[in-house]
């Protein structure tokens, strides 16, 4: 592929409204061309924890094929570059719906505009579905993190929780230790891809309908995400298993605070429904 062919690259940060904040995601709005090897050096070449690339579009049915990659691998779904390539979208070809065909599988988006012209999207995720860890997993991973059982909170106990992708989840029993992340980045990595995991969703509660949380990333070749729309989806999933969900009900999550991005993510979840609702906005990065 040389410059000439080379496709344009929107560059997006997802879950915020200022470009200093949320979590960066390359979007290819023309990617149709383009095979696999050469999605993953745009991808690396961009440099940020994922890049989408719109393999397919209808614009009269607003439909799109979306593939996703790190700079290091392929990803089935992520939930930060999807709404980048929704607001994308949306910011060209109007708000309202849309629907991504995703290797993970079908994901609907709604964009609509704010009070003050920003869209912001949200995605309703496949079905999600989460288990509890087992002890090895949970022993392996801790040892990664320099973490130990004393650090989690009991009332939130360790769980592997799908919506597209796996993620473990731990609950920290307090603030300070989420903040004090420094982790083994190879044997982390090394840990998740043994397992399937495509981040490690770290999160403390604040109250019962708001959380912090960090993610990282290292299987991606990134050493933290500053949001993550698919791990949220996955908690919201979580939360519904442990029955902590009752009602239909809105959590607020806060991340990427601790590496100066701060992201804020909302996510919707019905007991009665497995699909999980997430909402943010996007806007793009210049210069």
Request: proline fraction near 6%.
């Amino acid at each position: 592929m040389t410059s000439s062919t080379a496709p344009d690259v929107l560059r997006y940060t997802a879950f915020t409204s200022h470009p200093d904040g949320g979590n960066r995601a390359g979007v290819v709005l023309d990617a149709a061309s383009l095979d696999e090897q050469q999605m993953r050096a745009i991808a690396a070449e961009v440099g940020y924890s994922e890049t989408a690339f719109v393999t397919s579009r209808d614009e009269r049915r607003r439909r799109f094929a979306l593939r996703y990659f790190s700079p290091l691998a392929e990803v089935a779904f992520c939930g930060h570059a999807t709404v980048a390539a929704a607001v994308a979208l949306a910011e060209r070809i109007g708000p309202g719906e849309l629907a991504f065909d995703t290797p993970a599988g079908e994901i609907l988006m709604m964009t609509a505009t704010d009070g003050h012209g920003a869209v912001r999207a949200t995605l309703t995720s496949v079905p999600t579905r989460s288990r509890p860890a087992r002890t090895a997993e949970v022993d392996t991973t801790l040892t990664a993190l320099g973490w130990t059982r004393t650090d989690l909170d009991p009332t939130l106990p360790p769980h592997v929780a799908f919506a597209g992708n796996e993620h473990l989840v731990l609950a920290a029993g307090s603030r300070a230790r989420l903040a004090d992340l420094d982790y083994d980045f190879e044997a982390l990595a090394a840990v998740m891809r043994v397992h399937g995991w495509t981040t490690v969703h770290l999160v403390w509660r604040e109250s019962g309908d708001r959380f912090h949380a960090r993610d990282p990333f290292p299987v991606g070749g990134v050493v933290e995400d500053a949001a993550t729309g698919a791990a949220a989806a996955a908690f919201g999933g979580y939360l519904r298993t442990l029955g902590l969900v009752t009602a239909p009900s809105v959590i607020s999550i806060r991340q990427g605070e601790d590496m100066g991005r701060p992201s804020d993510l909302t996510v919707e979840v019905d007991p009665h429904d497995a699909r999980v609702r997430v909402t943010g906005h996007a806007v793009p990065i210049t210069g």
